[in-house]
């Protein structure tokens, strides 16, 4: 989520997992250490207005 620019550090990335405000295709994510296979179209959203939409070329 760095990487996509939703959050500035990881710490903030595990904050918002403990405080379930991230979602995954609009599944809340509640492991911090939770690994996702990145698939054309996966849908990210942190907090109510950051969403990141996966596009693979």
Do not use: P, Y
Request: hydrophobic residues 40%; charged residues 35%.
């Amino acid at each position: 989520m760095v990487k996509l620019e939703l959050q500035s550090s990881k710490s903030e990335v595990r904050r918002m997992i403990r405080n379930a405000g991230v979602r995954i295709d609009g599944e809340k994510v509640e492991e911090v250490n939770l690994q996702v296979q990145v698939e054309n179209g996966l849908v990210v959203q942190v907090s109510k207005r950051k969403f990141a939409k996966i596009k693979i070329t």
